[in-house]
């Protein structure tokens, strides 16, 4: 087989890969909402769902123009992220930790779609496939963008909460028991000298 020909059947395979990648990584953003507290990271998570779906659409335009379509292919490493993320979310209560852990697991997902995106976007441009190379090029900036979001929620809001949530309240000092007044004992009068009698007078 041509070494071109190997190239070309490389990016039809990825390009499968992305697909299904896609409409996993929508799935199981729909799970990690309900569980995410943050309004930040919500509002994210949401944008985010509503980007891959379009992001998804480009991909199976760029199979399209490629004379191709996305079948069945499952891309195994994307089930692995979304399996992994679900487990770990499940170990912590809701709240700011398990925010980070969401946020954690999210970024992992973005560095995979970054590397996925960045290859495919190469090897469009090699094969002088370009209309391809753009429309992968625009969901890899995406995905930059997205994980430097994420890093910023966490910065900004979700860390500083989840180490405040750690520290304990300072006890405030009570107060001492307001003292009690006693009645005091009104002196005791000295005791009334004895009075002396008066001479007895003579009679005359």
């Known amino acids: 087989m041509d070494c071109m020909d190997e190239i070309y059947g490389m990016l039809l395979d990825q390009l499968k890969d992305a697909a299904s990648a896609e409409k996993q990584a929508i799935q199981g953003m ?31 335009q760029a199979l399209e123009t490629l004379g191709s ?29 398990l925010d980070l852990v969401i946020i954690a697991s999210l970024q992992r997902i973005e560095h995979y779609e970054i590397a996925a995106y960045g290859t495919m976007a190469e090897l469009a441009k090699a094969l002088e496939e370009n209309e391809v190379a753009e429309l992968l090029a625009e969901t890899l900036a995406e995905e930059k963008a997205q994980d430097a979001r994420l890093t910023e929620v966490t910065r ?47 009679r005359g």
């Open 30 to 60: 729909k799970r990690t909402l309900r569980k995410a507290s943050d309004p930040q990271l919500r509002e994210g998570i949401e944008a985010h769902m509503a980007q891959s779906e379009i992001q998804r659409e480009r991909v199976e």
């Open 69 to 97: 379509k996305p079948g069945r292919k499952v891309c195994e490493a994307m089930r692995g992220l979304v399996q992994e993320a679900q487990q770990e979310q499940e170990e912590h209560d809701k709240g700011p930790v």
């Open 156 to 202: 900004n809001s979700v860390l500083p909460a989840a180490l405040s949530e750690g520290e304990e309240p300072e006890e405030e000092a009570e107060a001492p028991p307001p003292k009690r007044r006693t009645a005091r004992k009104p002196a005791a009068r000295p005791a009334a000298a004895p009075r002396k009698k008066a001479p007895a007078r003579r």
